[in-house]
């Protein structure tokens, strides 16, 4: 079996970003792949841009980590000459600058979430290709494949914080559950007029979907619990 | 189309201008528009589409947008190559303005813009991947026209983009006259959204009508079209023949 450990590093991933009734909630997996070994598997794909922008990576881990360190290093100079919090729009505009204009050479998807004064909460996505939409909602990554049946079915307007980070982990759950190239945990990060909030959830901690079984410490465990021969075929 | 030839530019953050990029193909993309000239201006259609290969991922991308007081630009191909083609414009219209002549860049001028911009995109092998089309009224006269990405530009009196050109143009040359009513205009693009509804696979049932007329610029809401499925043959295909499709 080839794991073919020379690959570049990629984060298959899901990653999704979610605006509210006050702000936005961005999550996303922990998974990074090199070939079929998982290289990282508790990866932090949020990463900070400024105090009250964050950016949810996917694709080349190498090419979205080089973008947001030039997006942040860029915004941090705009925020001294500007005199105050950099927007979500300029951030995801020095974002798609890059993307656009280095089309050939990246490949990667993000998806820039934040809350500024002016504008409140607000999602942008940047696909390849460095075309800005600004969305309700946005998924990307390899996961969110599987997740388009589920936000059209699931996504309403004015959720409340708790709502929209409740359908941000579930979503980034069930696409870990079919998705190869995505898993480990579920971070999110809440952005809104107060602060921000960063928050964990282990896998074995997320809800069980088809076909998944109820993690045991041994067979041992199930063997001594009682009940009538499990060992029975 | 491979074109593998690399070349170093300098630092392509600081050179954005300068960087040459050779675009390979399209990642975002917007389907057909479809236009026509009628009685007070220019009417233009466009779904509000943004296909990631096969998935249709984005549905509320605006594919039509007005261009200073006088013309209307359309287009499909690579969302991110126009959004790039409206700040090129933005800064067109902006230096217009500057002037502060009391003339404007009327849909004539825009269009020959568009086109020497294509062209030489195409020349340097690093193209725009968008089909352009642009209408507009000045001075009473109303203006179509279209531009590719290979640069081939054109007029005429009803242009359609992608899937249009095979699957609305023959209903266009059918049906088309001069001195259209906005009603009957409005009815004629709807047919053809309907046909390519029905026939692209990239279309959604979302979409646009833009007018302009001398007045100046609006665009509708977004909307749906009704479908039609009651054909008889529709609710038994296979009747006659078991297997069949």
């Given at each position: 079996m080839d794991l073919n450990l020379d690959a570049p590093h990629s984060m298959g991933t899901t990653i999704i970003g979610v605006t509210y009734n006050g702000g936005v909630v961005l999550g996303a997996d922990s998974r990074t792949s090199t070939g079929m070994y998982v290289a990282n598997r508790a990866s932090d794909k949020i990463t900070q841009l400024t105090d009250n922008v964050y950016v949810c990576r996917s694709g080349s881990a190498a090419d979205s980590q080089v973008v947001s360190d030039y997006v942040r290093y860029f915004l941090h100079q705009h925020t001294i000459q500007l005199g105050q919090p950099a927007t979500v729009k300029v951030s995801a505009n020095l974002i798609r600058m890059l993307a656009y204009n280095n089309k050939n050479m990246l490949q990667t998807g993000l998806i820039v979430g934040g809350w500024d004064k002016y504008e409140g909460g607000k999602i942008y996505g940047i696909p390849l290709g460095g075309t800005v939409v600004e969305q309700p909602f946005a998924i990307g990554g390899s996961g969110s494949s599987y997740l388009y049946g589920f936000f059209d079915q699931a996504w309403k307007e004015n959720m409340t914080k708790e709502e929209a980070e409740q359908l941000v982990v579930k979503a980034v759950s069930l696409a870990i559950a079919r998705d190869g190239a995505s898993g480990g945990v579920v971070r999110t990060v809440i952005i809104n007029s107060e602060g921000v909030t960063r928050n964990f959830y282990p896998g074995d901690k997320l809800q069980l979907w088809h076909e998944e079984l109820e993690p045991q410490n041994s067979l041992l465990d199930i063997l001594n619990a009682a009940g009538p021969e499990p060992m029975a075929i | 189309m491979t074109f593998t030839i690399p070349i170093d530019n300098g630092d392509a953050l600081k050179n954005a201008e300068t960087d040459s990029q050779r675009t390979l193909y399209p990642y975002v993309t917007g389907t057909s528009i479809v236009a026509i000239k009628y009685k007070d201006g220019v009417l233009m259609a466009s779904d509000m589409g943004g296909s990631y290969g096969s998935t249709?991922?984005?549905?509320?991308?605006?594919?039509v947008k007005a261009i200073g007081k006088h013309s209307l630009l359309g287009a499909s191909g690579e969302i991110s190559d126009f959004q790039e083609i409206l700040r090129y414009l933005d800064e067109l219209v902006l230096n217009d303005n500057m002037w502060d002549d009391g003339n404007s860049l009327g849909p004539k001028e825009v269009h020959n813009y568009l086109t020497r911009v294509m062209y030489n995109r195409r020349n340097k092998f690093n193209p725009l991947w968008n089909t352009l089309v642009l209408g507009g009224v000045k001075n009473g006269q109303s203006y179509l026209g279209m531009v590719s990405m290979i640069g081939v530009s054109f007029e005429d009196n009803h242009v359609a983009t992608g899937f249009g050109n095979h699957l609305a143009r023959p209903i266009l040359r059918d049906e088309w006259h001069a001195d259209l009513s906005f009603e009957d205009g409005v009815k004629l693009l709807e047919k053809c959204m309907r046909v390519l509804l029905y026939r692209d696979r990239s279309a959604i049932n979302k979409l646009q009508i833009a007018k302009i007329t001398e007045e100046g610029v609006t665009v509708s809401q977004p909307y749906s079209l009704k479908t039609f499925w009651e054909f008889q043959a529709f609710h038994n295909p296979t009747a006659g023949a078991q297997g069949s499709w």
């Open positions: - | 249709l991922r984005y549905k509320n991308i605006e594919r």
